[in-house]
């Protein structure tokens, strides 16, 4: 084995406009690849052979299982949807550092990082 990548889970939009948020999603992972990390992205895989319309509840839970195998959640704006604000809570309940990219005002990224372990300024 080379080198070790810490696991980052990408938590972005997907629901309102599933193929232009993969592609977004895909693009985050990239960039998290770029930069050293291995990127966990559920709502890229999940959809493959879950149905969102029936089976939304299941896919969160499951990705919410792998958030916990993170070493940080990266939260990707400009928007904060509801399933990106449970996975948010859900890291702060167990101490995942926060990282957040890509927000307009950097008031949304304080309250996004409120209560969390790391204070993580904009990029």
């Known amino acids: 084995m080379q080198n070790f990548r810490l696991k980052v889970y990408i938590c972005s939009p997907y629901r309102d406009n599933p193929e232009e948020n993969r592609q977004k999603a895909l693009q985050y992972c990239r960039k998290a690849f770029d930069e050293g990390y291995l990127p966990i992205a559920p ?4 959809p493959q052979f879950l149905d969102e319309n029936t089976e ?6 499951m990705a919410l299982q792998l958030l916990l195998e993170c070493q940080e959640l990266w939260v990707f704006g400009p928007e904060i949807t509801e399933g990106m604000k449970r996975e948010i809570e859900f890291a702060k309940k ?18 996004i990082l ?9 990029k």
């Open 43 to 46: 709502h890229v895989y999940f």
């Open 56 to 61: 939304r509840e299941q896919g969160l839970e």
């Open 94 to 111: 167990f101490k995942i550092p926060i990282k957040c990219f890509y927000f307009r005002k950097v008031e949304e990224v304080k309250e």
């Open 114 to 122: 409120k209560g969390s372990v790391v204070q993580d300024a904009q």
